[in-house]
């Protein structure tokens, strides 16, 4: 049989946004793809309306660094996976370009523009973003339109016992997945800890509140050098993770300028501004506090 991707001639850098058709067959997915299941009912639904209305938007292609008539995703794999549930046989692609890095951020932008994501998904979006870019977790933060405690939190899950990880893998239906929130409480244990406890909160379905209050119990009796060792180390990472947080998360609202401050606060009132203010001093007084702690440290 005759290779149609072999009577089509590849693009040009000139015509890289030109909209083109490609064999479904010769479109592969990006293993670096940030979202890593899809909802088969959801799909079901979209390959239903492509066999009906056909492809309305193209995807988002990158040529294969090994094969010259093959593609990667860069964005549009469930439209991939509907076209190739509905036997659509070629699909509309324009091509991406780019550094890995580059075509890996576009990826990363057009998925988390929408909803759904599972803190699995997201903690290894995270880590890999800040492989590539070597950004702080308040720049992380910025990138992302979210605080630096959330990535912080996100990133911490690497520190889970690999099994333990893996029961937040969104292949795994919900009911039975470790909520996030729970392997929140997990992190400060050891390996072992962490197994033990994962397995019986699963077993009893038990809410964030009680694993706290169960962990907590559990830290207070065990009283060995090594668990003072983990509590102290853990309560240094809070500390230096702070005072680390807040000179850069400072730093990017000061840099925002006179400008932009007056730009977002117009038309929002003097009562919202004097708030502000009011949050921004007791936290200064906070801060205060803080820092009379750490310089009162035996060194």
Not at 246 to 256: C, D, G, P, Q, T
Not at 282 to 299: F, K
């Amino acid at each position: 049989m005759k290779d149609a991707t072999a009577e089509r001639p590849l693009p040009h850098e000139e015509v890289a946004a030109a909209e083109l058709l490609v064999p479904w067959s010769s479109i592969e997915p990006n293993p670096n793809q940030p979202r890593v299941w899809f909802d088969p009912t959801k799909l079901n639904e979209l390959a239903l309306s492509i066999a009906t209305s056909g492809q309305e938007v193209a995807i988002i292609v990158e040529r294969h660094p090994q094969h010259p008539h093959r593609y990667i995703i860069v964005d549009g794999e469930r439209r991939w996976r509907a076209c190739g549930i509905a036997e659509v046989p070629e699909m509309k692609v324009v091509f991406a370009q780019g550094t890995e890095a580059e075509l890996y951020k576009k990826s990363l932008i057009a998925n988390f523009a929408r909803e759904g994501h599972n803190p699995w998904e997201t903690a290894h979006a995270i880590a890999r973003l800040k492989r590539y870019e070597n950004l702080s977790d308040a720049k992380l933060a910025a990138y992302f339109g979210k605080s630096s405690l959330w990535v912080t939190n996100h990133l911490s899950f690497f520190r889970l016992h690999p099994d333990v990880f893996a029961l937040m893998h969104p292949s795994i239906p919900k009911k039975r997945q470790l909520k996030s929130s729970v392997a929140l409480h997990l992190v400060p244990l050891s390996h072992r800890e962490q197994l033990e406890f994962a397995k019986k909160f699963m077993e009893d379905g038990v809410s964030a509140k009680r694993a706290s209050f169960a962990i907590g119990k559990h830290r207070s009796r065990a009283g060995s050098t090594n668990r003072i060792r983990v509590v102290k180390h853990h309560t240094f990472s809070k500390i230096a993770g702070f005072t680390a947080r807040i000179e850069e998360e400072a730093e990017l609202i000061a840099m925002l300028g006179q400008e932009t401050f007056d730009e977002g606060l117009r038309g929002r009132g003097a009562g919202t501004v004097k708030a502000l203010i009011e949050n921004l001093d007791r936290g200064i007084g906070h801060l205060q506090r803080v820092r009379e702690l750490l310089s009162n440290v035996p060194t």
